[in-house]
């Protein structure tokens, strides 16, 4: 067990809707990063959150966006939602920024009709 | 559980055997590497890390050796157990910049 819980584990939208997926980090861990994966793909990271504040982000667009609570759980909210869309998203909590990130939820799967 | 790399590179090895994972790496700036094990419908399982001031490091059955001259790294994984079954992904970062994982690598142990 990593200590990193994701909520939910499965979901199903359709094209254009939006959605929310939550993340419980390990305690203590101020950093929290999130990560798409396709199928057949390794992760890509999307963005970056450290003390409630978005300090990295990868190639998405702006309808991807987070939120980190001061207790340690976080949100990823994709809006508009793509059929390419569809994947696993990952989050993953290390101690401080900077530090190495290790471990990562069990992820939700995405399923965008 | 759904299929994590439908299309990866697979290596397929008798349970007892050795593996051998390989992994490319193309950022010579990078100086943290991870290996992850991945199985079908859950996150990635961090297995063993290494820093770029070493060549070689060892965990329970597994061993990580690191070539920064070829930017080359690989899993070795000892005496092989069908539980070790998955998808195998590198990953690399230097400082603070996020992790790039590889494409992985698809083991299946035959029993």
């Known amino acids: 067990e990593t200590g990193v819980t994701q909520s939910p584990t499965h979901l199903i939208k359709t094209r254009g809707q939006q959605v929310t997926l939550r993340c419980s980090s390990q305690?203590?861990?101020?950093?929290v990063s999130w990560y798409q994966q396709a199928l057949g793909q390794g992760p890509q990271f999307i963005f970056q959150?450290?003390?409630?504040?978005?300090?990295g982000r990868g190639n998405f667009p702006p309808r991807f966006s987070g939120l980190q609570f001061p207790n340690y759980s976080s949100e990823l909210n994709v809006n508009a939602l793509e059929l390419d869309d569809s994947a696993l998203y990952l989050c993953?909590?290390?101690?401080?920024?900077?530090?190495?990130?290790?471990?990562f939820g069990p992820g939700t799967r995405l399923t965008v009709l | 559980g759904e299929s994590v790399g439908l299309h990866l590179p697979t290596l397929s090895v008798q349970e007892g055997d050795n593996s051998i994972i390989n992994c490319a790496y193309s950022?010579?700036?990078?100086?943290?590497f991870i290996w992850y094990k991945q199985e079908s419908g859950k996150g990635p399982q961090f297995i063993i890390d290494?820093?770029?001031?070493?060549d070689k490091r060892q965990g329970q059955r597994v061993t990580v050796l690191l070539n920064k001259t070829v930017k080359h790294l690989s899993l070795q994984i000892a005496a092989t157990q069908p539980g070790d079954s998955a998808v195998y992904f590198c990953?690399?970062?230097?400082?603070?910049?996020?992790?790039?994982f590889g494409k992985g690598t698809r083991l299946s142990v035959i029993a």
């Open positions: 993953a909590s290390s101690s401080e920024w900077g530090a190495e990130v290790r471990f």
């Open positions: 305690s203590g861990h101020n950093t």
């Open positions: 959150y450290y003390r409630e504040e978005e300090n």
């Open positions: 950022n010579s700036a990078s100086d943290y």
């Open positions: 290494i820093r770029s001031n070493m």
């Open positions: 990953a690399e970062n230097s400082g603070n910049t996020p992790l790039v």
